[in-house]
């Protein structure tokens, strides 16, 4: 299983950014889906997951300011991102796992850098 994230890159604040996600070796339509994110000299957290029959989960820092969403037959993973602060600084990584007890198989990160 092969996952490569896309989109990273410098945003003001109060600006938007998009994230993708290629999957391959696995169908994320059987599986939870997710973005984590790392802020510097912090551990990793999530951001937002969802799966068929779950819904969707989010972060409270992140509520009502980012969508995640899937695209089954692409078997791609987006993260909308509007509203962004600062604090959304971090390296977000891109997660397929089938239990949401796994850990899952990662991709290798995008760095997002939001300037005040």
């Known amino acids: 299983v092969q996952l490569q994230a896309y989109g990273g890159g410098l945003v003001q604040a109060g600006g938007s950014l998009n994230l993708s996600c290629a999957v391959s070796?696995?169908?994320?339509?059987?599986?939870?889906v997710g973005w984590y994110r790392q802020p510097p000299g912090k551990e990793r957290e999530l951001v937002a997951r969802?799966?068929?029959?779950?819904?969707?989960d989010y972060a409270d820092s992140v509520k009502g300011r980012v969508t995640i969403s899937r695209d089954i037959p692409q078997n791609t993973i987006g993260l909308q991102m509007s509203s962004v602060k600062p604090e959304d600084t971090a390296v977000y990584y891109c997660?397929?796992?089938?239990?949401?007890?796994?850990?899952?198989?990662w991709g290798q990160g995008t760095l997002v850098t939001v300037s005040s």
């Open positions: 997660n397929v796992r089938r239990y949401v007890t796994d850990y899952g198989y």
């Open positions: 070796g696995t169908n994320i339509g059987s599986n939870f």
């Open positions: 969802m799966a068929t029959g779950f819904g969707r």
